[in-house]
């Protein structure tokens, strides 16, 4: 038993190493931060964030894959590893954006909680019992609610975060019952046995109810319709690096949360592969009407929105679907073209509020035209953005190109369309045709829009516009090289 | 021959290098593109003075990039590809000199032009579906920031018109390839893989999946009723934009009928040949009639490149030999005599008189103001008449040849189709440049020139890119062996065989 | 067969001549563009010396392979048929350009798109291989149009596009059909097309390619070419051109390019379809007795000059057609009435071509005199104030309805000759048009010539000058010697025709 301490140890060093940087922020603005402009105190925040993070990515690497450790509590599985480290790089550049963007008040707690929500991204991503997956789920969302209502300045803000939390707490609440169900039905809360018990005891209706409070939770946290209302206000009343981590990291921890719990624990009730051959009712078919549903709703409403960061929303809900989707496929291919999508869309949308973020600290940021001229304000700025936009809208070289391929490809490679992801999978095609309509009038207010007033040049601090350049070079990387991620799997 | 892989490289460097070298002074942003595309033009030249015309395609590199997929790196030419390439040279380098004036946001112009045409380069050297789809959709949005900064008549609208046009029809095309690689369960996407992938689809399957990888191709290539994108965006698009559009861009989608369409599908086209046949006959047809009672000059060019196209898209149908040959010696012709039409009437014309109404042109003595222009639009005119001698006669004859073996009622409507062409061409060369040239009285015709202003003579770059387009069309109307000898070979390669033959039940 | 290629030289002098003129602002315009035009005749002249009359077949042929995977050729050749033509238009050339270009102020233009347009008429008369022969027929129309549009009268514009489209149509049928040709048999080249007709194989292989293919080809070719005769009822572009066009582009117009419809006939429908020429034959000679006769009733009604000698010359270019859809029903046994009717065609095509010049020429010397105005009622009485010009005109008109002694009348004889012995109610339809010809072409003499000077003529109306008199003496010259010895030119034509009628089929 000791020896597995100690591995669960080495396992827990990095969710150790944030912990104690999110305490080392806060003592340190206590400290040296009394009395020092708002400015040096977030850059010193920022930075010491920072180096945790960098500091946790680090030891995730070298600890490389460790496999299951804590009785199977936790599956430090390849897949962990990967998302580990990309939830790490997302929040990364999540508390980046804090550099470029208009400061706050208590900057100091702001990186802990963001932190602290890495933390819950982190067990999530590795998490293999009921319970270490909801106690991540939740150690993560309860500092994204407080992230999220953070400005106290603005209204907005704080009806996001009531939204945020009311829905949140639902959701929570469901899958707990949900996650009771299933203790009571298969007496195990490891996914791995609660796997087991069902293949050889096929649940009834009970177990269908404990699936379907799997789903609505997995709908909320990944903002698929019908469960994605609470997106576009909090995408729009969020403070903009909260709404880039919600939109980023989050989404990728719960990925791979729910890709563990659906196919490896609650994988028997899926309905099969192939639908014929367990006949209708397993969850791939719901998952499959919740994708399509997410990709018509957000696309047709996103063209419709004159409002950036709603239109952000709701680009992100129809990108849901597309998650939905490699999810369904991920049972047939493994998790490599949902990882690899999950991963390509969190950076593009982190490096759009990244450009959000800086183009706010001298004007609003809100409305499309809000962004006109910013070619003249920064073409730096304006270049970036155009590369994250275009990676959403899945133009090649970019990764986003690459990530809705893989996903399609393997999507129609498990039956054609005898399974309905097959047709998910065309519908998808056909709303990636729909979605460049909005994501091209983003850049043509971007580009081409020559602002009433001739705009000031914009300042881009050193840290930001190195920040945006990795990430979109990341993109054009990874969209040229793809099988840098895929080979991974 | 091994430098061909890098025309697209050294294209997008000379994007880049024309971005920074634009930003800094417009003139040097002009030259840095030109130079860009001589070196493709010459790299393409060298190419072809080295090929040796075969059956087979030739790699040139074939190495493994996404094995996670069995998607391969493979660049290679046949003497399909290799007549677009030297098609893509010509028309790039006539488009940069066409497009000296532009003043405006120089760098960023020429940037995104020469991306445009990188990716175009990249689609006819692939030889792997995937690789083919990533420079396709390369070449997409490009155009419409080229077209909605820089272009005129409702300009916004035609661009976002035009890239939703060209991405959904790219859609269809993936979601086609992608249901062959999964319901055939395809090892990659290679030609060959994918060949054999489709084979295992049902024919009614086939048949849809080809629908949509043609269709979808088509609506690129302009063929009716998918065309409507065409003559609007071709006239809000600037002038040398409009020549790469019509000249290069729309042969990407006939290539990619021709190259992954019809062979991936041979029983599904035999099926559907009817229908496409019928379509590009009305296409020919439609697109003329259009054209004959435009009142915009260069909504007449624009049809006429949908009809130009149509007899592609004929060529096509027929799926017999000579027609096929005859469709990409077509996609040659109409790429050089489109571009030089647009080219007079966006550069030589409209920024001489700033209107392309052509009641207004017909008011003006065009003729004796800008003679230049006058001459080589009726050289252009001739040439897209279809006269023999140009390069546009021999194609249109070898699909003919190809409509009477296989449907001879699309032979017929093709025939009217050749009328109209006559009819709108001379038509618009009267009321555009001769509208003031009639009756005995010269005298009295050089005082009313005197009347006008002034116009400016045409300029050293305007003559260089007419020149060479009148060039490749004259020699290739007079000597069409020289592409028709890469060509055939290439056709009569057995990735075409079964798709040649199953025209005949 | 011959080291020098004359007749390549034939073709591309007058081009060169352009070239040059195009390349040389500062040439001596007149001078320089006379020289190339006149080329034609020289040469002409040299091929007809050169010529043996008694050999069948092509004689200074040319050939070399030019798209050797579509299998075209550069291929010349003349036979006597061709011959005369190339001859027509050395001898008719010079007096278009000379009346095209008088008074031209700036004549280089003018005379650099004429013999553009002269060369391309010699290439379609030499060609052997559709391609190169199909790019010289097609590539007339361009000069024509320019010329007409630029240098004729207040409708030009409308004319030379109406022209221009008419003609383009019939291009349209006869690419059509050569595609249908090339796709049974893999040539377009007319002689080996000939050689396949010749072994019977032709309309099989059309056959093969579908069932209504040789029907279709023959008329898209008919169409092609019946526009450009032209035969009624595809004449209706030419009253307006002949009168827009300027008079010597007009003249050009009427005796060469009409020709080359009328070749198009004998080297394409003759000898390609002759099978489906038999079938149509009635029909067909049906609307070229139209022509002839509704054309002179026509000309009957015109009050202006030009409209007039345009549906003359309908009239009579109807009559080659005449005789030609004549011969198409002859069976064996009507040899010599083929014969005449056949040669007497191809006479026909040369003598109008004499004489509907030296009348345009004429008519120009009129419009001249009166400032522009073409009507018969702003003249009268021309002979009294200008007699040198009255009796040239009197020379062509009487050449023009045949009067015996004139050339025009050898062609008519033989044609009325032949279609007597092949179908005799076509011959007594066709005596009343040449009544209506005859009765016009006095009614225009009487009015404009004779009685007192009225009109224009009576103001000042000087005689022809020494230039017009250049130019009309030698047509009226040659219209008396040809009609004396008609023999000067039939030799030529013989042993085509005896050719052409041994093939006729069995009834």
Known sequence: MTGDYGALGRALLPEGVLVATALVVILCDLVWGRGRGRESRVQASVLLGLLGLVAACVILWQEGVLGEVGSGALNLDFLAVAVRVGVVVLSGFSLLTLVGGNTRSQPAEYVALLLFATVGFLQMAAAQTLLLAFLGLELASLSLYVLAGYDRTRPESAEAALKYYLQGGVSAAVLLFGFSLLYGLTGSIGFREISLVLVSNPPGALGAVAVGMVLVAFGYKVAVAPFHLWAPDVYQGAPTSSAALIASASKLAGVALFWRLLWSGLGPTSGGVNLSSSGPGGWVLVVAVMAAASLLLGNLVALAQRNLRRLLAYSAIGHAGGLALGLLAAGEVGPGPLFYYAATYGLATVGIFGCIALTERETSCATLEDLAGLWRRSPLVAACLAVFVLSLAGIPPLAGFFGKFVVFAAALRIDGLGHPAGWVALLAIVMSMVSLYYYLIVLKQAWLVVPPTPPRRMAVPLVASLALVAAAAGLVVLGVFPSILLGLF | ?505 | MNELPLLSLLVALPWFGALLLWLWPKAPVRGLAFIFCASTLVLGVIAAAGFDPTRTGYQWTERHAWIPSLRIDYHLGLDGMSLLLVLLTGVVSPVALATVLRRLESPRLAALLFLLLQGAALGVFVALDFFPWFICWEFSLVPAFFLIKGWGGAGAGRAAYTFVVTTLAGSAGLLLAFAALYAATGTMNFVDLAQLQAEGRLPGLLTAVGAGVPTLAFVGALVGLAVKAPLFPLHTWMPATYAEAPPGVALFLTAVMSKMGVYGFFRILWVLFPADLRVHADLLLLLALGGAVLGAMAALRQTDVRRMLAYSSLNHVSYCLVALFAAAAGVKGHEVAVEAALSGALVQAFNHGLSASALFVCAAALESRAGGSREFARFGGVRAVAPVLAGMSGVALFSSLGLPGLNGFVGEFLIFRGVFGLAPWAAVVGTVGLLATALFLLTFWQRVFHGPPAGAAAGPFPDLDRGEIAVLLPLCVLMIVLGVAPGLITPWINPLVTGWAATLPMP
């Open chain 2, 1 to 505: 021959m091994s430098l061909l892989p890098w025309i697209p490289y050294v294209t997008f460097a000379g994007a880049l290098l024309a971005y920074v070298a634009g930003s800094r002074s417009a003139r040097a942003g002009r030259v840095v593109a030109l130079l860009t595309a001589l070196t493709g033009l010459g790299l393409a030249l060298t190419a072809a003075a080295a090929f040796v015309p075969g059956r087979e395609l030739q790699t040139l590199v074939n190495r493994a990039w996404i094995p996670e997929l069995g998607i391969r790196y493979h660049l290679a030419v046949d003497g399909i590809s290799l007549t677009l390439i030297v098609l893509t040279g010509v028309a790039t380098t006539a488009a940069v000199l066409f497009s000296w004036t532009v003043s405006e946001r120089v760098g960023e112009f020429f940037a995104l032009f020469l991306g445009l045409i990188g990716g175009v380069y990249g689609v006819f050297l692939s030889a792997d579906v995937f690789l083919f789809f990533v420079f396709y959709e390369i070449a997409i949005v490009p155009k419409y920031f080229l077209i909605a900064l820089w272009g005129s008549t409702r300009r916004e609208y035609g661009a976002m018109k035009l890239v939703l046009y060209s991405f959904a029809g790219s859609g269809l095309v993936l979601a086609g390839v992608l249901w062959t690689y999964g319901s055939g369960a395809a090892e990659g996407f290679s030609l060959g893989a994918l060949t054999a992938a489709a084979a295992r689809l049902s024919p009614v399957e086939g048949g849809v999946v080809f629908a949509l990888v043609f269709f979808g191709f088509a609506t690129l290539a302009g063929l009716f009723p998918l065309h409507t994108w065409a003559p609007t965006g071709h006239v809000a698009a600037p002038t040398g934009v409009s020549m790469l559009l019509a000249g290069v861009v729309m042969k990407l989608g006939a290539y990619g009928c021709l190259r992954v369409a019809l062979p991936l599908f041979p029983d599904a086209f035999a099926a559907w040949q009817t229908t496409l046949g019928w379509l590009a006959v009305a296409g020919i047809v439609y697109a003329g009639l259009v054209a004959l009672v435009q009142d915009d000059f260069k909504f007449v060019i624009g049809y006429s490149s949908v009809s130009h196209m149509g007899f592609v898209m004929l060529g096509l149908a027929t799926g017999e030999l000579e027609a096929l040959g005859g469709a990409v010696l077509q996609m040659f012709s109409h790429g050089v005599i489109a571009g030089l039409l647009f080219a007079v009437v966006g550069r030589m014309v409209y920024e001489r008189t700033h209107t392309r109404d052509l009641a207004e042109l017909q008011a003006l003595p065009l003729h004796r103001l800008i003679p230049g222009a006058a001459a080589i639009f009726v050289v252009a005119g001739l040439a897209s008449m279809g006269l023999p001698g140009f390069s546009g006669f021999p194609s249109e004859l070898t699909i003919l040849v190809g409509a009477w073996r296989h449907h001879i009622p699309w032979a017929l409507v093709a025939g009217l189709g050749v009328l109209v062409a006559g009819a709108f061409t001379i038509k618009v060369m009267q009321r555009a440049f001769f509208g003031q040239l009639r009756g005995p009285a010269e005298s009295t015709q050089k005082e009313h020139a005197a009347e006008h202003a002034p116009m400016e003579p045409l300029t050293l770059p305007e003559k260089a890119g007419a020149a060479l387009l009148i060039a490749a069309t004259v020699i290739v109307g007079l000597k069409p062996d020289l592409l028709l000898d890469w060509i055939m070979p290439a056709l009569q390669s057995p990735a075409f065989a079964l798709t040649l033959t199953k025209g005949h039940p």
